[in-house]
């Protein structure tokens, strides 16, 4: 392994992803908006920057893991960014969710100062995430996708290169619609189960070994079952996940019926508090239309 790897964006995803790649033996410069979370990672060997800029002069390589767009674009193109500091035949790789025209746009400014960028979006959430079983999906180029390939086995099991600059939005984006259109289908499940009287644990049970088990319900099974919402990826970022897949419906002219529905169940429980609860809290909008929490009985 040769040359330092700069890790921006030590949230909830980015903490455990970032620890592994020290585990794997990557010398690692970190930075993030609240230092505290850098310099517990600095207490397992890496070094802490002020700013990305920092980060990029001083790493061959620099993993962004951030929560939208905006900030995005601020840790790259912003004062003190990235892109400030980038050098020669550096290489970029966003693993946040953005918009694929935002990551389109800037892996252009990328390539006029002399870098290559990556968009490679994650699905497995925190769990996966600590575990370094994420499946990735890559957009960009094939040789800039052999270069980080190593990087990306410490942190993932599924690791597809999916098309060029965007395409791995894209592929997210879709990712995003499944996930959140299970969830609110378990939810539905579970609460008619439960208010026929049916113990929801056992609904989970049965499901799971037919065509209706879905991962959902396998990692996400105890939080509905004990109404335990505390957050493995929170519902106000999967709303904005699902605000990109409604845009490049639009974009490429694909309508997304049910996505439109369940954004707008999203919207209602971020407008009544529950944003930084995790996504499975989607469950709390059926219970309360049916009057009904799951297991308390008919």
Known sequence: ????????GLGIM???MARNLLAAGYELVVHNRSRGKAEGLA????????NPKEVAESCETVITMLSDSPQVEEVLAGENGVFEGVGEGALL?????ISPVVAKELAAEARERGASMLDAPVSGGEPGAEAGTLSIMVGGSVENFDRAQPLFEVMGTTVVHVGDSGTGQVVKACNQIVVALTIEAVSEALVLGSKAGVDPAKVIEVLSGGMAGNK?????GEKFLKH????????????KDLGIALAAGREYGVPLPVTGIVDQVLEALVAKGLGAKDHSAILTFIEDLAQHKIGEGS
């Open 1 to 8: 392994m040769t040359g330092k790897v700069g890790f921006v």
């Open 14 to 16: 980015g903490r455990p």
């Open 43 to 50: 207490e397992e060997g890496a070094s802490v920057a002020d």
């Open 93 to 97: 790789v966003d693993m946040s969710t």
């Open 216 to 220: 959902v319900m396998e990692v996400r």
């Open 228 to 239: 335990e919402f505390d957050p493995g990826f929170k519902l106000e970022l999967h709303r």
